[in-house]
């Protein structure tokens, strides 16, 4: 009789465990569910926001608004001003008669020396 409980126990609690796991993963399903829905809600008020806006840009309003602010376009009948900017005249260079003498750089070897061993003052 005490193996036939003891059989009984472990049975019930083999299948307790097994509804027990069948209950969580029921509930992170939900959980995955839930998620799904509100993303599947962010998509689609997303993608009637762009769809908002390709029925806009596929208007003639919006051509002529692209045609008149990025390329300069107008109606006819329109008066173009158009404005005028004066020209700046350029001073006259002053002549120079021979070009400035440039200084001739030290040799790199002395670069290096008065780099390396920098001279000393005596005071």
């Known amino acids: 009789m005490p193996i036939l409980t003891l059989v009984l126990v472990a049975l019930s609690l083999w299948t307790l465990s097994g509804f027990v796991g069948q ?13 799904l ?19 806009e840009s596929e208007s003639p309003a919006y051509a002529e608004r692209i ?24 001073a006259p260079a002053q002549p120079t008669g021979q070009p400035a003498p440039t200084a001739v750089p030290a040799p790199n070897w002395k670069r290096w020396l008065q780099a390396l061993f920098p001279p000393t003052r005596d005071t």
């Open 23 to 35: 209950v969580l993963t029921s509930a992170q399903t939900e959980r995955n569910q839930a998620e």
């Open 37 to 55: 829905r509100a993303q599947n809600n962010q998509i689609a008020t997303e993608n009637a926001q762009l769809a908002t806006q390709v029925a």
């Open 67 to 90: 045609l008149r602010e990025q390329r300069g376009y107008a109606r006819e009948g329109d008066t173009v001003i158009l404005p005028s900017f004066p020209e700046a005249t350029p």
